[in-house]
């Protein structure tokens, strides 16, 4: 830049010529790193009483604040001129600083589109305070230009980024048919040669710890032992390992690094440029370098094409070569990604977390439980009655049925009694015949008949007696307060029943016993005593105690067998109701979580073993 800009032009004229001089050096410098010593050199020559200065840079994502240039030159920048920046760039505007005895510190920020990109700070020994607005206004006068310079590079870095985007979108267009990795990478690196008129571009993959000659341009085949793909590789991983591109000849705009690798592969003249190829992991997924002619140095233009292109390609490669895996390869990739990601020093809570899982889950698993063996379970009344035909007869009524409750002495249903009534009254009126013949008998003084007709009384009262006791047990009767378990006759009055046919089946409301179905391979843990809780589907928000009485015989259903067992109840619900089904569990001891999860599938498998062993 020869024009002195606008901002300077407003300023007195430099007393000495080394001052023009600097003014000339700076004006001809090209990258913008090179620029920044001389400007803060020509800064300190035009502010009165600077002796030394600094520059930051910020970067915008992250926040980070890193030294760019200082004077004058030392090995390190003065700590309280870098706090001072810090300060600065935290309050986003200029600010003075006087210490009576450290002197003062002009510090200001360079926005660039409403953020803040960079900050100078310049130490003055002045004597008061009040001579630093000044200074200060002399500063933003002289950042003005360093503040053009840092936009046009910064619009450069897009436009350069944005053409390396366009690029590799275009070289993604052309490799997308290709479903092979390894067939993508050799077009890919045979059009990079085309469009950077390159002599050689070579791709590696990282496989493992170790990165790979993927694609050399124009060579189908390589040996993987010769010289030359032996420093390819080499030199692809020592860019790798940076985590950024070399290029040679040396580019003042970009980072420099070790470059052993890539003069050992091109010479001390060669030209060659590198670039990082973006993965799923923090190391990336490779690298892409390119050699050309000495005649053809590489751009920063260039350079950044490449790491919009590594950017961009890197993870499409990737892709392709993890869709080209067999399941049998896939676990290993997954263990050495967490393997790298628990390896890696910026993610120690990664560490700390998995160690702590793992202890949870230890200790989880030996900590010793409860062990409960789980059945189904259905309620039962603690005894049943059944109340049967007392004769022989027809249904007469039916005035409740299973399901309802009943207390006792409700009459539940009745035989039809019209039968017996006449029944009833023909022995009434043989009895009172058999009594007027007996009064007669006596009053004759005729003992014989007097005998005759004393038997016949007796019969016909005897049959009276039957009769009225027929008609009482027709009244079915509960005895007890009950629920009806099974039985409904409403649909059959009038139909006959015979003598002891059961009618009705009566459990009492205030006694309870529960069946539990208990697998065959959980039985041997199940003993009378054990206490247990139900959960029953009607009630799933009640548990109810109960405890073992006996082990009854299995029974043989749903391909296993199954045990009876036996318990009851040790609290109580107004709402239970036999036949209600549920889940019961039985606690049976203490056993640790590893074992109680983990031994039906090893008593199975001991098991299969047996049937299966020779």
């Known amino acids: 830049m020869s024009v002195v800009p606008e901002q300077l032009k407003s300023l007195p004229v430099a007393a000495s010529r080394d001052a023009a001089a600097l003014w000339r050096r700076l004006c001809a410098t090209g990258s913008l790193a090179d620029a920044a010593p001389l400007w803060l050199q020509f800064v300190c020559a035009r502010i009165n009483g600077a002796e030394s200065a600094l520059l930051v840079r910020c970067e915008p994502a992250t926040g980070a604040v890193r030294p760019s240039a200082h004077w004058p030159p030392a090995p390190a920048p003065d700590t309280a001129l870098t706090a001072c920046a810090v300060r600065c760039l935290q309050r986003r505007q200029g600010q003075c ?15 660039i589109g409403g953020q803040p990109l960079a900050a100078v700070v310049v130490g003055v020994a002045v004597h008061s305070p009040a001579l630093l607005p000044p200074l200060l206004t002399e500063l933003q006068v002289l950042a003005g230009w360093f503040g053009q310079r840092l936009a046009d590079e910064l619009l450069r870095e897009r436009t350069h980024a944005d053409d390396g985007r366009a690029l590799a979108l275009e070289l993604l267009a052309m490799i997308a048919p290709y479903a092979q990795a390894a067939d993508a990478a050799l077009v890919l690196v045979n059009l990079l040669a085309e469009r950077f008129g390159a002599q050689r571009v070579a791709l590696g993959r990282l496989h493992g710890e170790r990165l790979l000659l993927l694609a050399l341009s124009h060579t189908a085949r390589f040996d993987g032992r010769s010289q030359l793909v032996q420093a390819l590789e080499n030199a692809l991983e020592e860019a790798l390992d940076q985590q950024h591109g070399v290029v040679l000849p040396v580019l003042s705009e970009r980072r420099t690094g070790l470059t052993l690798a890539h003069r050992a592969l091109v010479g001390e003249t060669g030209v060659v440029a590198s670039a990082v190829l973006a993965g799923r992991g923090p190391l990336g997924s490779g690298a892409l370098l390119i050699e050309r002619t000495p005649e053809r140095p590489f751009t920063a233009a260039e350079c950044a094409q490449l790491d919009a292109l590594g950017a961009l390609i890197g993870p499409v490669l990737e892709d392709k070569a993890e869709a080209e895996r067999w399941l049998a390869g896939r676990p290993a990739a997954l263990l050495r990604s967490a393997r790298q990601a628990l390896a890696d020093p910026r993610r120690p809570s990664l560490r700390l977390g998995l160690a702590a899982a793992v202890l949870a889950l230890a200790g989880l698993l030996w900590w010793p439980s409860d062990w409960r063996v789980t059945a189904d379970a259905v309620v039962e009344g603690a005894q049943q009655r059944a109340i049967a035909a007392p004769f022989e007869g027809y249904i007469g009524s039916a005035l409740h049925r299973a399901g309802e409750t009943v207390a006792a002495g409700t009459v539940i249903a009745t035989l039809d009694e019209r039968t017996l009534r006449l029944e009833h009254a023909r022995w009434s009126a043989e009895s009172a015949q058999h009594d007027k013949r007996l009064r007669d008998a006596l009053s004759r003084h005729d003992r014989p008949a007097a005998g005759l007709a004393r038997a016949g009384l007796d019969q016909a009262e005897a049959q009276l007696a039957l009769v009225g006791q027929r008609l009482e047990r027709a009244r079915l009767v509960s005895p007890f307060p009950a629920v009806i378990v099974s039985g409904d006759l409403s649909q059959q009055i009038g139909s006959p029943v015979e003598q002891g046919k059961v009618l ?59 045990f009876r067992v036996e318990a009851a109840l040790d609290g109580d619900s107004p709402r239970l109701r036999p036949g209600m089904e549920g889940v019961g569990k039985i606690e049976v001891g203490e056993r640790s979580l590893a074992w109680i999860w983990t031994h039906k599938a090893i008593d199975w498998l001991r098991l299969e073993l047996w049937r299966l062993w020779p």
């Open 97 to 111: 600083e006087w210490q009576p005895d450290a002197g003062g510190r002009l510090a200001l920020p360079i926005d």
């Open 504 to 562: 009705f089946e009566l459990a009492p409301l205030d006694a309870w016993r529960v069946i539990l179905k208990v697998d065959e391979r959980d039985i041997r843990a199940v003993a009378p005593g054990q206490r247990g809780r139900l959960v029953l589907s009607g009630l799933s928000g009640e548990t109810i105690p109960f405890h073992v009485l006996n082990i009854a015989m299995p029974e043989a259903g749903e391909g296993r067998n199954r």
